[in-house]
């Protein structure tokens, strides 16, 4: 069992950053694969960027590339998502999902691969 604990959202302004983490419980936080997720206002959610269980093989979505930068540190048990230069389209509420995998060179984008998830931290761009 893997327990996620989201933090880090806020309101901000367009243009500007902020840095979600999440941090795991237990000991198999090395053996996951983590991905980020969101889900705006009447739409499904989303994949935004995955990391793989060492940290050397990351994806991001398209509308994300650039501007936002997943990265893990297994010694913390925790993800973290970099967002930079938001837009107010980057409103949504931002998820933290992990899976347990043997594989350790592969990440996971589809959301129906993840069996773990927390429980949401709200962000919200204004123009």
């Known amino acids: 069992q893997v327990q996620l604990v989201e933090s880090g959202g806020g309101l901000v302004q367009a243009g500007d950053s902020l840095r979600l983490s999440c941090a795991a419980s237990g000991r198999t936080f090395s053996s996951c694969a983590m991905g980020w997720f969101r889900q705006a206002p009447g739409k499904e959610r989303e994949f935004v960027a995955a990391v793989n269980r060492i940290g050397g093989n990351t994806g991001h979505a398209d509308s994300v590339k650039g501007r936002f930068t997943i990265s893990r540190d297994n010694a913390k048990n925790t993800v973290y998502l970099q967002m930079n230069s938001l837009k107010p389209e980057d409103t949504a509420v931002y998820y933290c999902?992990?899976?347990?995998?043997?594989?350790?060179?592969?990440?996971?984008?589809?959301?129906?691969?993840?069996?773990?998830w927390g429980q949401g931290t709200q962000v919200t761009v204004s123009s």
């Open positions: 999902a992990a899976v347990l995998t043997a594989n350790s060179g592969r990440y996971y984008s589809n959301l129906n691969e993840y069996p773990y």
